[in-house]
């Protein structure tokens, strides 16, 4: 599975958009790009995933650049309650097998929403 | 309710007990795993099983045993505790949407060894 790379903190202002990048510049061409949060003390929450296309669904959009090597997670309108850490994870297409799907976490970007 | 389960929420025990943490899902996941989270290490995979009677270890499995005899069930043992297994730890359920997995976490299990 592809390397990734993400700053370790970001500050969001509550009710502007959230921009969490995510470098991921040896990624190949049957890696997905997955997105899960953990706000403190919960388990970690699926976001949003995706292939080659941006993505949109109730929680938030991605935006994977043409070359695939970078990409964006956006939060529209921040609230308090998306403070959190978010990870960027990379796994490959179909990763069935004896991997069923498994996903190994980073240290991830800690988003503090400020009032 | 509909989702992923765990139990005990909080659990404190001593060294050389026996303890097991229980994970249930409703949605008849095929996909499970039990992961365990420390500070300065992140979330590592411990376990995972494809279906009931499959099961393969992940990262950490020392100390740990996993079974899965029904498909909503992923209960994990620490045959003898130890503090270094003081940990907070999550179950979580996955299936294939395409060619991706979604994987969906239970609250977890704040465990203390003394």
């Known amino acids: 599975d592809a390397k990734t790379t993400q700053p370790p903190s970001m500050d969001c202002a509550e009710g502007r958009a959230a921009n969490l990048p995510c470098n991921h510049s040896t990624i190949s061409g049957n890696e997905y790009v997955y997105w899960y949060r953990q706000i403190h003390s919960q388990g970690p929450q699926y976001i949003i995933h995706?292939?080659?296309n941006n993505e949109t669904n109730e929680m938030a959009s991605l935006i994977i650049t043409e070359d695939r090597k970078s990409s964006t997670l956006i939060l529209p309108h921040a609230t308090l309650r998306d403070t959190a850490v978010y990870y960027c994870?990379?796994?490959?297409?179909?990763?069935?097998?004896?991997?069923?799907?498994?996903?190994?976490f980073g240290q991830g970007t800690i988003l503090t929403v400020h009032p | 309710d509909a989702g992923i389960t765990q139990s005990p929420r909080y659990k404190i025990t001593e060294t050389g007990r026996q303890v097991t943490l229980m994970c249930h899902q409703t949605?008849?996941?095929?996909?499970m795993f039990w992961y365990r989270q420390d500070l300065g290490h992140g979330l590592r995979l411990i376990y995972y099983?494809?279906?009931?009677?499959?099961?393969d270890k992940g990262e950490v499995p020392d100390g740990y045993v996993v079974s899965r005899s029904k498909t909503e069930n992923f209960p994990l043992t620490l045959e003898s505790a130890t503090r270094s297994q003081t940990s907070v730890y999550f179950c979580?359920?996955?299936?294939?949407?395409?060619?991706?997995?979604?994987?969906?976490f239970g609250p977890g299990t704040r465990l203390t060894v003394t």
């Open positions: 949605w008849s996941h095929s996909y």
């Open positions: 995706g292939l080659k």
């Open positions: 994870i990379v796994r490959v297409v179909n990763a069935g097998g004896t991997s069923y799907g498994k996903l190994t």
């Open positions: 979580a359920s996955s299936f294939r949407v395409g060619g991706a997995y979604e994987q969906y």
């Open positions: 099983s494809a279906a009931a009677d499959i099961t």
